[in-house]
């Protein structure tokens, strides 16, 4: 029983071993640190759904068994929305999750056009693992604008983030069909 007892210990990466406690620790971390976060749909859903989601996504319909990936994609909103650093992530998932999850966060420092500008530009030189992180998240993204979009957003808002979305897509690696199937899925559902 006590092998079996966790603490915050355990977050290091020493004590932790197969893949499948290795993703297990990454959900554990990122619910963590997007505990207070809720989502801005009408039912404001705990925000750890959507990485939950993303990695789901991946494994199920992208076949995606990449370990860094999935943590990835996992982690990939804990420096752009927490007080998460990239020094804590390398420390507790190594540098190759790390970068990937930087390669994906925007510059908050950056007004909100010239972020949103800055993901249509970066696209083509995305990395693989990020690549499939990003398009995961703007899959995701679509479902849920479409399915059950943020109270305050305009259909105008909606409709203009599927035409960004688009554009961030389209010039994204082309990395995994079944995945980009379901990008063009989601992206049917336009408003």
């Known amino acids: 029983m006590a092998d079996r007892v966790r603490n915050d210990a355990d977050l290091k990466l020493g004590s932790v071993t197969t893949p499948s406690a290795q993703l297990l620790k990454a959900i554990q971390f990122a619910a963590l640190k997007h505990r207070d976060q809720r ?3 009408m039912e404001a859903s705990p925000y ?65 056009h010239e972020r949103k500008q800055k993901q249509i530009e970066s696209a083509p030189h995305k990395s693989e693992a990020a690549a499939l992180v990003k398009l995961a998240d703007k899959t995701c993204n679509l479902r849920d604008i479409a399915e059950s979009p943020p109270q305050e957003w305009s259909l105008q808002r909606r409709r203009e983030y599927f035409d960004w979305a688009r554009k961030v897509v389209d010039g994204l690696p082309k990395v995994n069909e079944a995945m980009e199937k379901a990008f063009e899925e989601a992206w049917q559902r336009k408003p």
Do not use: M
């Open 39 to 41: 989502r801005k749909d």
């Open 48 to 112: 750890i759904n959507h990485p939950i989601a993303l990695a789901t996504l991946l494994a199920t319909t992208g076949g995606v068994d990449d370990l860094v990936v999935l943590q990835a994609a996992i982690l990939h909103d804990t420096i752009e929305d927490t007080q998460t650093t990239y020094e804590e992530l390398v420390a507790g998932f190594g540098q190759e999750v790390a970068d990937v999850v930087l390669e994906v966060t925007d510059d908050k420092n950056l007004q909100k």
